[in-house]
């Protein structure tokens, strides 16, 4: 909001020119008259009226006049930063209303245009514009101008008592620290469209000072990949959507903003495994990986998954036992018998073939949504019938440390 917005509507003559902090020569005797965030942008103070006519001789305030300063005048600023000093022909009471009424104006503004940013984001989740020219349209109608670049960032907070008071709070901070970004609200979820200058990936964000926020509301954020094109926003709040529930699963308890990128495979098995039960009827999603998991599987003793997720941790460190032993808090030994055992039963070295490695590891992440999204038991058929455990031709598991 501007200052000259407010003398617009100010009862009575107004004259004002700019002054230095230096120039009040007790600045103690300055006075808050409304709330910093009230303004926006500027702050009113009540000035004492013969300081106010030292400094502004050429403006003689009327007996029950006010003269007041407007802007950021904390005891700290410097004395460089520059004010504004008003004198009106009106008394405080007047003053005070007519400042009120204005801010509410202001307030209400404010509302219809966010109701407008939901509406039409809204409507662009929901594919109501036909084309990209109308997204394009739309998308510039918007009240925050979207540069470059942009990326989409869902924000979810937890669905506990005091929730919706806990959002406003937390919304007032997002809109500070995205001071100059597009804030929508759509299914319950805060909707931040982040845009920058120039291309990144990941996305250009205040990642540091975002988790902090989070962190202070129980909150998590999924971040879409950077985008140049605004029609492809619905899909960027797709990919959003899909980090913020993959890496709800993957990475809960590490992290609470989570890229796309960071989650990919997850989110392809999630609409993989939507589409599987989808056509086929059918929730059995191991089946679409490849039974040389399985077989590694059946080899874990009494289901704890210590092969699994030794091979999942080995392929993701590159084929670095060191790596795999540092990011399993385990003795680089006991991950190496592991890796022999598991090779002993693919029958090649995980190392030797990429395709293997890709086909192991997206079997693995079928396992982990079949179990952790679905929440069913992993069920492996003994390798021999009547027995629990038979291994042949391979050594079973050392779970101790080794030195």
Not at 92 to 99: H, Q, S, T
Request: aromatic share 6%.
């Amino acid at each position: 909001m501007l200052l000259t917005d407010l003398c617009a509507v100010l009862p009575g003559a107004v004259l004002s020119r700019r002054i230095a902090k230096e120039e009040i020569s007790v600045p103690e005797r300055i006075m808050f008259l409304t709330a910093p965030e009230a303004l926006h942008v500027d702050v009113l103070y009540l000035l004492d009226v013969a300081q106010a006519e030292a400094i502004l001789p050429e403006c003689t305030a009327p007996n029950g006049g006010t003269v007041l300063c407007a802007g950021a005048l904390p005891s700290t600023v410097s004395c460089r930063v520059r004010i504004n000093l008003i004198a009106l022909d009106c008394g405080l009471l007047e003053l005070y209303n007519a400042a009120a009424d204005f801010i509410a104006e202001q307030r209400r503004a404010t509302s219809l245009e966010a109701d407008r940013l939901n509406r039409r984001f809204a409507s662009i989740i929901e594919e109501n514009y036909p084309g990209e020219f109308q997204v394009d349209t739309v998308c510039s109608s918007f009240p925050k101008h979207i540069r470059s670049s942009y990326c989409v960032i869902c924000v979810e907070s937890a669905d506990k008592p005091g929730r919706a008071v806990n959002d406003v709070m937390m919304r007032s901070e997002l809109a500070s620290l995205f001071s100059e970004d597009n804030i929508a609200i759509y299914d319950s979820d805060t909707i931040i469209i982040h845009s920058y200058d120039g291309f990144t990936h990941p996305p250009e964000l205040p990642l540091e000072a975002l988790s902090e926020l989070l962190r202070k509301y129980d909150a998590c954020a999924g971040v879409s990949n950077g985008m140049r094109k605004p029609a492809q926003m619905r899909m960027m709040y797709i990919l959003a959507k899909k980090a913020l529930e993959s890496g709800k699963v993957l990475l809960s308890g590490e992290k609470n903003v989570f890229f796309y990128d960071d989650t990919m495979l997850f989110s392809i098995m999630s609409l993989a495994a939507t589409g599987f039960q989808g056509q086929y009827s059918n929730d059995d999603l191991i089946l679409l990986g490849s039974p040389i998991v399985l077989n590694i599987a059946k080899h874990d003793p009494k289901g704890k998954r210590q092969l699994l997720e030794t091979l999942f941790q080995y392929i993701l460190s590159g084929g670095s036992t060191s790596k795999t032993a540092e990011a399993m808090h385990m003795h680089r030994n006991t991950v190496q018998n592991r890796i022999s055992l598991i090779e002993e039963i693919t029958g090649e070295p995980l190392t030797r073939d990429g395709m293997l490695q890709a086909k192991l590891l997206i079997t693995y992440y079928a396992i982990q949504y079949y179990t952790k999204v679905w929440n069913k038991n992993l069920v492996l058929s003994p390798l021999v019938e009547g027995q629990d455990k038979i291994i042949t031709g391979a050594k079973a598991p050392k779970d101790e440390r080794e030195e």
